[in-house]
C-alpha cells in the first residue's frame, strides 16, 4: 500500500519550485512515477508532499539550441526513442532507449527520472555520459548546469539538491567522423536489468582517434568513465591491438561487485569484451576501415 501524503499539480515551473523551495527531503518531485511509486510501496521514501512534474511543459520539447541537442528533463523514453534528431545525432541513446525495459514503462518514465534515481544500472546514463552531457538543474534560486559526470555520486546518491529539478540535458551536435555503439547485456533479451552496459563515441579523422568516451552501466556504484581507456586511444591509429589494449584498461576502471545476477569476475570480463565490440563497431562508423 501507498503511505499517505498530499499531491500537489503544479500548472507551472514556477509553482513547482516554490513547492520544492524549502528544500525538505519530505517533498518529492514525481514524473513518470516508474521508480517512485515503487519506492514509496516498499517504504523506501515516504514522502509528504508530491509534486506531479509530468506535464509540465517547461521539462517537455526535443530541440537543437546553439549548436547543442537540449532535451527536457521530462522527456519520456518513449519520446526519445521515436525523435529523428536523437537518430540522427545519438543513436548511442537511441540504442539504449531501444533496450529500456517494455514499452508500458517506456511510455512513462522520462529521461530525468532515470537519472535522479541515480542506479548504477540506469540505461540512459552510459550513453549520455560517452555524449559528453550536461545536465541542467533548476531551482528558485536559478540554474546550474554540470557534467553529467560529476553527477552521479554513489548509489542512488546524485548532486541534486532537494529544492532542484531536472529541467534539461544538453550535448554537442556529432562532429564529421563520428562513430558510436552501446550494448546492454542482461539475464534476457528484453526487460531487464543490465548485468553491464557499455556505450561507446569515437571521433576519428583519417582512422586517427580525436576523441574517445566510454561508459559503463551495472558496474560500479555509480554509471563510471573508463577515462584511462580514453585517454589511452586519444591520438591512436583504430585498430585491433589498440582496442584490446584499450578494453583491458577498461577491465581495470571498473569496480563491479557480486550479486543475483553475476559475479563481480563475470562483470569485469564482459567490460572488457563488450567494450572491444562496441569500439569496434563505433570505429567502422566513422567511416574508416583498418
Ligand atoms: C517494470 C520496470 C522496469 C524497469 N526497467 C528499467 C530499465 O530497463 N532500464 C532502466 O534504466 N530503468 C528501468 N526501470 C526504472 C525506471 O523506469 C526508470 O529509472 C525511469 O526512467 C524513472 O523515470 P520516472 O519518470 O518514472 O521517475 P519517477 O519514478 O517519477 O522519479 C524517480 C526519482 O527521480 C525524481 N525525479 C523525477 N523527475 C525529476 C526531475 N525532472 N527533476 C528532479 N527529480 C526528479 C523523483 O523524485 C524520484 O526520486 C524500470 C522500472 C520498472 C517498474
Same mark, same amino acid.
Given at each position: 500500500? %501507498?503511505?499517505? @501524503?498530499?499531491?500537489?499539480?503544479?500548472?507551472? =515551473?514556477?509553482?513547482?519550485? +516554490?513547492?520544492?523551495?524549502?528544500?525538505?527531503?519530505?517533498?518529492?518531485?514525481?514524473?513518470? /512515477?516508474?521508480?517512485?511509486?515503487?519506492?514509496?510501496?516498499?517504504? #523506501?521514501?515516504?514522502?509528504?508532499?508530491?509534486?506531479?512534474?509530468?506535464?509540465?511543459?517547461?521539462?517537455?520539447?526535443?530541440?537543437?539550441?546553439?549548436?547543442?541537442?537540449?532535451?527536457?528533463?521530462?522527456?519520456?523514453?518513449?519520446?526519445? =526513442?521515436?525523435?529523428?534528431?536523437?537518430?540522427? !545525432?545519438?543513436?548511442?541513446?537511441?540504442?539504449?532507449? *531501444?533496450?529500456?525495459?517494455?514499452?508500458?514503462? #517506456?511510455?512513462?518514465? !522520462?529521461?530525468?527520472?532515470?537519472?535522479?534515481?541515480?542506479?548504477?544500472?540506469?540505461?540512459?546514463?552510459?550513453? =549520455? %555520459?560517452?555524449?559528453? *552531457?550536461?545536465?541542467? =538543474?533548476?531551482? +528558485?534560486?536559478?540554474?546550474?548546469?554540470?557534467? %553529467?559526470?560529476? @553527477?552521479?555520486?554513489?548509489?542512488?546518491?546524485?548532486?541534486? +539538491?532537494?529544492?532542484?529539478?531536472?529541467?534539461?540535458?544538453?550535448?554537442?551536435?556529432?562532429?564529421? /567522423?563520428?562513430?558510436?555503439?552501446?550494448?546492454?547485456?542482461?539475464?534476457?533479451?528484453?526487460?531487464?536489468?543490465?548485468?553491464?552496459?557499455?556505450?561507446?563515441?569515437?571521433?576519428?579523422?583519417?582512422?586517427?582517434?580525436?576523441?574517445?568516451?566510454?561508459?559503463?552501466?551495472?558496474?560500479?556504484?555509480?554509471?563510471?568513465?573508463?577515462?584511462?581507456?580514453?585517454? @589511452? %586511444?586519444? /591520438?591512436?591509429?583504430?585498430?585491433?591491438?589498440? @582496442?584490446?589494449?584499450?578494453?583491458?584498461?577498461?577491465?581495470?576502471?571498473?569496480?563491479?561487485?557480486?550479486?543475483? #545476477?553475476?559475479?563481480?569476475?563475470?562483470?569485469?570480463?564482459?567490460?572488457?569484451?563488450?567494450?572491444?565490440?562496441?569500439?569496434? +563497431?563505433?570505429?567502422?562508423?566513422?567511416?574508416?576501415?583498418?
Amino acid at each position: 500500500m %501507498l503511505p499517505e @501524503f498530499d499531491l500537489v499539480m503544479p500548472r507551472s =515551473l514556477n509553482e513547482a519550485l +516554490q513547492v520544492l523551495a524549502a528544500g525538505s527531503p519530505e517533498v518529492l518531485p514525481i514524473a513518470g /512515477g516508474t521508480n517512485l511509486t515503487v519506492d514509496m510501496r516498499s517504504g #523506501r521514501y515516504e514522502p509528504k508532499v508530491v509534486v506531479d512534474i509530468e506535464k509540465l511543459p517547461e521539462l517537455k520539447g526535443i530541440r537543437r539550441e546553439n549548436g547543442q541537442i537540449c532535451v527536457g528533463g521530462g522527456v519520456t523514453i518513449a519520446e526519445l =526513442l521515436k525523435d529523428g534528431l536523437v537518430a540522427e !545525432t545519438a543513436p548511442v541513446l537511441k540504442s539504449a532507449c *531501444a533496450l529500456f525495459a517494455n514499452p508500458l514503462i #517506456r511510455n512513462r518514465a !522520462t529521461v530525468g527520472g532515470n537519472l535522479v534515481d541515480g542506479s548504477p544500472a540506469a540505461d540512459t546514463a552510459p550513453s =549520455l %555520459l560517452a555524449l559528453d *552531457a550536461e545536465i541542467e =538543474l533548476t531551482s +528558485q534560486d536559478g540554474k546550474r548546469r554540470l557534467p %553529467l559526470d560529476e @553527477f552521479f555520486i554513489h548509489v542512488r546518491k546524485t548532486a541534486r +539538491q532537494p529544492n532542484e529539478l531536472v529541467t534539461a540535458l544538453r550535448w554537442a551536435l556529432p562532429k564529421p /567522423g563520428t562513430g558510436s555503439a552501446f550494448y546492454k547485456l542482461g539475464l534476457r533479451k528484453a526487460d531487464a536489468i543490465s548485468v553491464v552496459s557499455v556505450a561507446v563515441v569515437l571521433e576519428a579523422e583519417k582512422g586517427v582517434c580525436r576523441k574517445a568516451r566510454i561508459a559503463l552501466g551495472s558496474v560500479a556504484p555509480r554509471p563510471v568513465r573508463a577515462k584511462n581507456a580514453e585517454e @589511452f %586511444l586519444t /591520438g591512436k591509429l583504430l585498430k585491433k591491438e589498440v @582496442f584490446e589494449e584499450a578494453a583491458a584498461l577498461t577491465a581495470q576502471a571498473v569496480s563491479p561487485i557480486s550479486d543475483v #545476477r553475476a559475479s563481480a569476475e563475470y562483470r569485469r570480463r564482459m567490460s572488457a569484451v563488450l567494450t572491444r565490440r562496441m569500439l569496434e +563497431q563505433a570505429a567502422e562508423q566513422t567511416g574508416w576501415k583498418e
